[in-house]
């Protein structure tokens, strides 16, 4: 009874695909970040300057609305090149390969930033789960599940010694206008705010804050009491 409960209320779906995601990709991959930017680096002494954002960024947006290809979601984000490979025999598959692909940030003073970028790839999951019938998955499940994915990974992460300081996880929700440069913008403000607080870099101009970061509008991640993570086990009382 309480597994099928669960199952109505789709109470652990986030919760279940935090933890998949952290598993079985970022504590292989994020480990192994700073090293393949630093290998990067001494390639490209002028690409990746401030150490302090050698992390993948990842990005959450919680309309599940994941871009295969940043370039055509926001013209101020170029891809630049693919940062040294990682290859593991997982599951039965010989010589599986991950990587992150390094991208530039073009900001209003035509200045040029750059970072390892990437989706959440789980909300395209969410995503599609609300567009088929047959997970009778409704827009407000999605909403709310997205938040739950983002504070379960957030808890899974912190708690995680191998990905300290190997990461950013950037929550956003866009606004109903159409804003082409609403992507850059949030990735600008996140790389500025880690080199002003981390290092004390103060600029005089720092990139504009877009509408949704916690310094001008606080996200509202706040999850409806019903949708919290439950015990995966039905003896946990």
């Known amino acids: ?15 279940g695909l935090a933890w998949s995601y952290y598993i079985g990709y970022l504590k292989i991959v994020l ?15 002028n690409v990746l300057a401030p150490r302090e954002t050698w992390k993948l960024h990842i990005l959450v947006p919680l309309s599940c609305d994941v871009y295969d290809d940043l370039e055509k979601a926001d013209s101020n984000i170029q ?7 990682t290859t593991l025999t997982r599951a039965g598959t010989k010589k599986r390969v991950y ?5 530039t940030i073009r900001d209003e003073d035509n200045k ?5 970028v990437e989706f959440a790839t789980p909300l395209q999951s969410l995503y ?24 379960t990974l957030e808890e ?11 990461y950013r996880l950037i929550a956003y929700e ?7 440069h609403f992507l850059s913008r949030e990735l600008l403000w996140h790389l500025w705010q880690q080199r002003h607080e981390e290092y004390g870099v103060h600029e005089e101009n720092p990139p504009q804050a877009p509408s949704t970061t916690p310094d001008s509008t606080e996200l509202n991640l706040q999850i409806s009491s019903p949708d919290l993570p439950q015990p995966l086990r039905s003896d946990c009382f």
């Open 174 to 180: 866009e606004s109903g206008e159409a804003e082409p």
């Open 79 to 85: 891809y630049l090149t693919d940062l040294t490979e």
């Open 31 to 45: 480990p192994r970040v700073k090293r393949s930017m630093e290998e990067f680096s001494r390639a490209n002494p």
């Open 128 to 151: 599609t789960m609300s567009q088929d019938e047959c997970a009778a998955f409704s827009r407000q499940d999605r909403l709310e599940q997205a938040k739950l994915f983002y504070r």
């Open 99 to 103: 990587k992150h692909s390094l991208y």
């Open 112 to 116: 040029l930033w750059h970072c390892a």
């Open 1 to 15: 009874e309480v597994s099928e409960m669960s199952e109505r209320s789709k109470q652990n779906v986030a919760h």
């Open 156 to 166: 899974i992460l912190k708690g995680s010694k191998e990905c300290a300081g190997t």
